[in-house]
């Protein structure tokens, strides 16, 4: 086995000769699910779903509820195992969803929404591609976004902002390393205006590198993971920068993900970046779409556990997929198998490190 050596050149050597071409390096810190959120939720008007937890107290008698709860002092965290085991015979709702009749979901309303334009139409009309379904205007005005994956999540708590499945997996990301994601653009003439660019994805075998505050640190050194000198992911596309925002091309790409104790290998379909060079060259900050399997959402669900279950129903989240799919129906029964969805990132500036020991890094100027 070979073992690679310490990083011996200084960073001063990195910087690009004058005319060359750059790469620009990057860590993904932030990863959570694009949900807009008004200040008075206007998106949400009957206000949230009621979870697995609360469908199950709301169905036992007075005097069950108080012997199965310690009269209501055992908390919903001690207690997950009941509700998520409610069937009839101790089925568990999550795993038969199918098996029960809770009220439809509380989907989000209202014209805004964080996306993009992935299925190319301006009203959300059925195409080859998709199914027909209602478009919104972007948080930053651009029309006819897509974002199914918000209007069927949005009006859950634990996926919003301050909600226990965002925040969970995310800090558990901070602490743990699984599922980190780095991005690599090569090729970059002009960090302001280029129009050919690559954008390359990565997974990184290396924990963050963090200060006392638990803030990532910029510039450190991550090492892409590989078998026999071949990264495990490595998806790239095609892109460009205009007025210091990379985007890129949609194409299919599969990323690393970890979260709430699941692990999975996300396979987006039209997948896109956009990410936006501040004027501090050690982060960015952006967002990224495509077309969510249906499948692979209902895998995370059911991988969540007895937690985060309690904050929604899993019958009722298991019923509305379907009817909200929009992408790529299936040919034989015209059900579409993806949800069209939109997550926020947050970056910091990185040494990316290949298995042949090549290392980068994003804003190689500020080393100097």
């Not at 690009?16 to 810190?29: D, Q, R, S």
């Not at 009006?155 to 390393?177: F, K, M």
């Not at 034989?332 to 970056?347: D, N, P, V």
Request: glycine residues 10%.
């Amino acid at each position: 086995m070979k073992i690679l050596g310490p990083l011996t050149f200084s960073l001063a050597t990195l910087v690009a000769p004058a005319g060359a071409a750059e790469t620009l390096g990057f860590v993904v810190t932030d990863w959570k699910t694009a949900i807009h959120e008004s200040q008075f939720m206007d998106e949400c008007p009957e206000g949230m779903n009621a979870g697995n937890d609360e469908y199950w107290w709301r169905a036992l008698p007075k005097d069950e509820r108080a012997r199965l709860t310690n009269n209501g002092t055992t908390p919903p965290v001690l207690r997950q195992h009941m509700p998520n085991h409610r069937g009839p015979n101790g089925e568990d709702v999550c795993q038969e969803p199918w098996l029960f009749d809770d009220p439809p979901l509380l989907t989000a309303e209202g014209p805004t929404s964080y996306g993009m334009n992935l299925d190319g139409t301006v009203d959300g009309a059925a195409t080859a591609k998709t199914c027909g379904h209602e478009k919104f205007t972007g948080v930053d005005d651009r029309p006819a976004v897509d974002n199914q994956l918000y209007r069927l999540l949005g009006c859950i708590h634990g996926w919003r902002s301050d909600g226990l499945i965002e925040v969970s997996a995310n800090g558990a990301r901070r602490t743990n390393g699984l599922g980190m994601i780095l991005i690599e653009v090569t090729g970059v003439d002009d960090r302001g205006n280029d129009d050919d660019v690559t954008v390359s994805f990565f997974r990184s075998i290396d924990q963050f590198t963090i200060d006392a505050a638990n803030n990532v640190l910029p510039y450190a050194t991550y090492r892409i993971d590989a078998a026999d000198g071949v990264a495990r992911y490595g998806g790239k596309l095609k892109g460009r920068i205009k007025d210091g925002l990379i985007t890129t091309d949609p194409g299919n790409l599969s990323l690393p993900f970890y979260g709430n104790y699941a692990f999975q290998t996300i396979d987006f379909r039209d997948f896109r970046l956009e990410l936006k060079l501040g004027d501090d060259p050690s982060s960015a900050e952006g967002m990224v779409a495509g077309y969510y399997g249906v499948d692979q959402l209902w895998e995370f669900v059911g991988e969540l556990g007895w937690q985060p279950t309690g904050t929604y129903s899993c019958p009722a989240l298991y019923a509305a997929i379907p009817k909200l799919a929009d992408g790529y129906p299936d040919p034989k029964t015209g059900q579409c198998t993806a949800l069209s969805s939109a997550f926020l990132i947050k970056t910091v500036a990185a040494f990316l490190r290949h298995p042949d020991g090549r290392a980068q890094t994003a804003r190689a100027e500020a080393t100097q």
